[in-house]
């Protein structure tokens, strides 16, 4: 499985960005999905998380600003984020895992990552 995100970019706070991450392969639709993020110096965090089904996780408090969902025809997963704030600033990557627990990092396949910076 191969993972491509993009949407990452700069925005002052209070903007918003839309990330995209698309999967090769044909297990996209049977597999969850997770947004997550490492800031630097820190470790990488879970932001959100889709099941094949659809049901959604999300690290609060982000939940009321970012939303993921998901493309299944186009094998593509998103995260809309609204509102940034400068500690939303990291690297954002997509992966793909059998199921939806996402506690464990080293579980299923990354992208490379996109960059996010909000500036103040």
């Known amino acids: 499985v191969q993972l491509q995100a993009s949407g990452g970019g700069w925005v002052q706070a209070g903007g918003s960005l839309r990330l995209s991450c698309t999967a090769s392969g044909t297990t996209f639709r049977r597999s969850a999905m997770g947004w997550y993020r490492q800031a630097p110096g820190k470790q990488r965090e879970l932001v959100a998380g889709i099941a094949s089904g659809g049901g959604t996780i999300y690290s609060s408090p982000l939940n009321a600003r970012f939303t993921i969902s998901r493309d299944n025809a186009k094998n593509t997963v998103y995260l809309q984020m609204n509102n940034l704030q400068p500690d939303d600033t990291a690297v954002y990557f997509c992966?793909?895992?059998?199921?939806?627990?996402?506690?464990?990092?080293?579980?299923?396949?990354w992208g490379q990552g996109t960059q996010v910076t909000v500036s103040s």
């Open positions: 992966n793909q895992r059998p199921i939806a627990d996402y506690s464990d990092p080293e579980v299923g396949s």
